[in-house]
């Protein structure tokens, strides 16, 4: 299922195979993020081709709502509904529960919730979300969890990581007297709770592991706290979770928060930012973060990155990238978020290769002053 290929020798860097019924990941990863069936802007073909995408996401919440259960039943499941051959995660849900807090209610059962599509009322249980991610046929699913805000008092993170552990286990017994809907085998990860309080991350971590699933996830993190609260979080949790099962640090970030997790022990990831702050004119580049709508690159005619590894990032020129934000022409979003992509996944895979090397540590440090600063 999951193989641990090599080791960092000064941290706690790794890299790992993780075996899934659509395809073979290599870790560490980073997985764009196809909420609703599509990575806003960007075509199969070029997460394929272009930014080499090995897994992407879909998000429960979004999908059950539209297109719904119906459609994916007589399409086939996702993979086919959105023909897409490589392997796919779904999220359960719960963190889009959790944005939507003035229309959710939460109670033992699960949470009742109103679409934002429509305001129409629905329930969100630990089984209805593994029933639904069963249809989606997603190779990776999430347990039903609730998200704690930040900040948030102790005894709210408290009572909330105990309901999760206890939606943990319904979903884990529906996970188990139930058959994948399309014949292949799906992964369930259970996910890590407790806000920022050592003990209940701990506590979180401990009942996560003792589930004895496929792999383990991380939430509740870049929802606000400081970056150094997210990664003292990351080595209490990665202390406890087992070596030899992927860890899943969900929703970040920058590229300095994703290098800093690796180090960390980190194996997967998954961000919008790549595609929300480059349809807004912001770029990841080797050098450093542009902003494409600086007057400065308006008579730049040089490659988006000169060291980019998509075609996009060698064949266009800041002013003219610049031209098209500015614009708001839809080229332009495009265009930026298959660059920003691009440099994501290269970044995590080249992560992956200075590991093996055993010069992680060293390259890690120069890349973290360099992707820092502000062009």
């Known amino acids: 299922m999951f193989k641990l290929r090599s080791r960092d020798k000064e941290t706690k860097a790794r890299t790992g195979l993780l075996e899934t019924a659509h395809g073979i990941i290599p870790t560490p990863v980073f997985m764009p993020v196809g909420t609703a069936a599509t990575v806003k802007g960007i075509l199969q073909r070029d997460l394929a081709n272009d930014i080499e995408a090995k897994i992407i996401l879909g998000n429960t919440y979004h999908l059950y709502l539209r297109p719904g259960s119906d459609i994916f039943r007589a399409s086939g499941g996702l993979h086919k509904f959105m023909n897409w051959s490589r392997p796919l995660l779904t999220d359960s849900g719960g963190y889009q529960v959790f944005s939507l807090s003035p229309n959710r209610k939460l109670s033992e059962e699960g949470a009742i919730f109103k679409s ?124 406890i979770l087992p070596e030899d099962k992927p860890r899943y640090l969900m929703g970040v970030g920058t590229p300095v928060n994703i290098l800093e997790a690796i180090e960390r022990g980190i194996d997967m990831f998954d961000c919008v930012m790549p595609t929300r702050n480059g349809r807004n004119g912001m770029l990841f580049t080797s050098e450093g973060i542009i902003n494409i709508k600086n007057k400065r690159w308006s008579d730049d005619f040089s490659p988006i990155d000169s060291y980019g590894s998509s075609a996009v990032s060698l064949y266009y020129s800041k002013a003219y990238l610049r031209h098209l934000i500015i614009s708001g022409e839809i080229l332009g979003s495009q265009i930026a978020s298959i660059h920003n992509l691009s440099f994501y996944i290269k970044l995590v895979s080249e992560a992956g290769k200075q590991i093996e090397e055993g010069n992680f540590k060293k390259w890690k440090d120069q890349m973290v002053i360099k992707l820092s600063a502000r062009l």
């Open 116 to 239: 934002h599509i429509d305001g129409s009322k629905h329930f969100f249980t630990p089984e209805n979300t593994i029933d639904i991610q069963r249809v989606i046929g997603a190779d990776i699913m999430m347990a039903f969890d609730e998200c704690a805000p930040f900040p948030c008092d102790y005894g709210y993170a408290e009572k909330s990581v105990a309901l999760t552990h206890r939606w943990l286990d319904r979903a884990v017994t529906r996970f188990n007297e139930t058959d994948p809907v399309w014949g292949y085998e799906q992964l369930l990860f259970p996910i890590v709770q407790g806000s920022t309080f050592d003990d209940l991350r701990k506590m979180s971590a401990e009942k996560a592991a003792s589930a004895g699933l496929a792999g383990n996830a991380i939430g509740g993190l870049s929802v606000g706290e400081p970056a150094d609260e997210m990664y003292r979080i990351i080595e209490i949790v990665n202390g």
